[in-house]
C-alpha cells in the first residue's frame, strides 16, 4: 500500500513537472492537435560534454529551443508574482493589453528576450579577423530581421538608432559569451500578457552552455523607464533533438488568419 | 483508496499533458473552449503554410447543406519535424475530427483531433509520423 502511494507521489510529481515544462514551453493552454512541438534532445544525452570550436570557446551554434520569455517574463524568469518592479503607468498598461494586440501575433519580430517553442541559434561568422560578427537566427519571430551581434570590439555609437533588435556587442568571459544591448524600440512586447518597456531598456545576456543540451541565459533586465530597479531573470533553453534538420523555413505573413475567428483586427493597438 | 485517487489524479495530469502548447497565438483569444464539435466530412484541401496549418472539410448536415470548416493546427514545422508529410491527408479523404468552434466565426475552429473514416483509430498529424523513423539522422 505504502510502495503504491510513493509511486502514485512521484507520478503526480512528474506530471507536474513535465506540466510545468510544457507550459513554459508554449504561449498558452492551446486545444489543438497534440504534436509534441520542436522535439527536444533525449534526456541521455544531456548531460555530455559542451563541444568546442577550433578557438577552444564552447559551440554555442545549438539549435536551442527556448532560453527567454514567452507568456509571462515575470514567471518566465523565475520571480514570484508581483516581484517585477514594474512603475505604476507600465503595470497599468501590461493590465490594459490584450493578448491579440501583440505585434508578434501580428508576424513582427519577438525581440529580446523573448523565445518561442520554435528553434534558433547563434550562427558564428569568422573571417581573417578571427569571430567578428554572431547572428542569431529564429526559426519563426525574428520577421526576417536578423539580429547580429557585433564580436569585433566596436563600443555602443553615441546616437544609436532605435530597432527591434537594438545595438548588441558581445564578448567571451570564460566560457561565458556576454551579449549587451542598448538602442531598442519600444513597439515589442516581452511577452503575451503585455509586459512593456521604453527605449531606454537596456539589456546583458550571459549565455552559458552547463552540458551537451543545456544552455542558460543569466539576463539582466534594466529600463529605468519602466522598472524601479535593474532586475535579473533566468531562462534556459535546451538543445532542438541533434538527428533533425537544421531552422526550418518559416514565413509568418504567408497565412496569417490570426484574429478572425475571433472576431478581431491584428496589431489594433499600434494603429 | 487514497492510492487509487493518486493513481486518478496523475493519470488526469498525463492526458492533460496530451493537449499540446504550441502557438504563435493563443487559444481563448479566438475560440470558445465549450464549443467542441465532432463531426465527420470530406477533407477540401490541407494548407502546409505558416504560421500555421489549416484543414478545409465540407459537412453535411441531416438536411443535405453543406458547410465548409476552416480548422487551425499547430505550425507545419511541427508536423513535418514528427514525420508527416502532405501525402498523409490529401482532399477527398472522407475523416472524423474534433475541434473547438470559433467564438465569433464559429466555422472557423481549432482542431483538436482527425482520422481517416476507414482508420478511425489512428490520428493524423499527432506525435510520431509515419515517416518519423526515415528522417536523416
Redesign the interface.
Known sequence: ?RK??V???T??G???T??GQ??A???????????????LVPERLVNGPVPRLPDGKPDLTGPWVGGGSNADIERDGGLKPGELPLLPWAKELRDKR???DEP??A?LPMSVPRS???PWKFAMTYTSKGLTHIYLLH??GDAGAHRVVYMDGRKHPDDVFPTWWGHSIGRWEGDTLVIDTVGYNDKFWFD?RGTPHTEQLHTIERWTRLNYGTLVNEFTLDDPGTFSRPVQLKFTAKLLRP???DL?????????????????KLNSESK | M??K???L???L??V????????????????D?KKKVSLTGVVTKV?W????M?VYIDVKDASGKVTNW?L????P??????GWRPKDLLPGTEVNFEG?A????ET???????AKVAEPDR?L???GGPDADT???
Open positions: 500500500m503504491l502511494l509511486v502514485s507521489i507520478m503526480i512528474l506530471t507536474v513535465l506540466l510544457s507550459q514551453q508554449g504561449q498558452d493552454r492551446v486545444r489543438s492537435i497534440p504534436v509534441g512541438g520542436s522535439p490584450k493578448e491579440q508578434y501575433v508576424c518561442n517553442p520554435y526559426e519563426l503575451s538527428d533533425l534538420d526550418m523555413e518559416d514565413i509568418c505573413n504567408e497565412n496569417n488568419q490570426a484574429g478572425i475567428a475571433g472576431g478581431y | 487514497r492510492t485517487l493518486g493513481v489524479v496523475a493519470g495530469g498525463l492533460c499533458l496530451a493537449v499540446p502548447v504550441v502557438a504563435h497565438h493563443g487559444f481563448d483569444t479566438e475560440y473552449a494548407e503554410t505558416n504560421p500555421h489549416r476552416n487551425e493546427m499547430t505550425g514545422n511541427h508536423v513535418r519535424r514528427q473547438y470559433g467564438k465569433v466565426d472557423r475552429g481549432s482542431l483538436a483531433r482527425i490520428p498529424f499527432s506525435q528522417i536523416p539522422k
